[in-house]
């Protein structure tokens, strides 16, 4: 789907006009690991249940209009897009947090990957 497809859903939400902030991740894949050691490639899997009911928590948090998210599976190289999450709220002192933990959920519960 891609970033601003996601950005264009968010948008689109009945009640995008209590927003003050849409903010966006885009995840990519690095050239090193975090030990530093070189990544030629990386194998992504998603739990795309996962991901969904991940999503519909964090849309409850206070301030929060939407939240959109894409996960890429299969082999990805140093560059590639891995993951696109846009969230629209109200003020960003509730935007920015739940971004925060929304990245680490994802990452944590919904992807597995595997670097070469």
Known sequence: MGL???VEKVKSH????????????????????RDGS????????????????ILD???RKEGIID???EVREGTLHPGDDIMYLVVAGDFREN???VMTDLINAVKRDVTA????
Not at 38 to 52: G, M, Q, S
Not at 113 to 116: D, G, I, L, V
């Open 67 to 69: 939240i959109r998210a």
């Open 14 to 33: 009945p009640d995008i006009h209590q927003a003050g902030m849409i903010l966006a991740h885009n995840g990519v894949v690095r050239a090193t690991s």
């Open 4 to 6: 601003q497809k996601l």
């Open 57 to 59: 928590e964090y849309r």
């Open 95 to 97: 935007v920015i947090p």
């Open 38 to 53: 070189p990544v030629e490639k990386i194998e992504v899997r998603a739990d795309n249940e996962a991901l969904e009911r």
């Open 113 to 116: 990957k595997r670097e070469f």
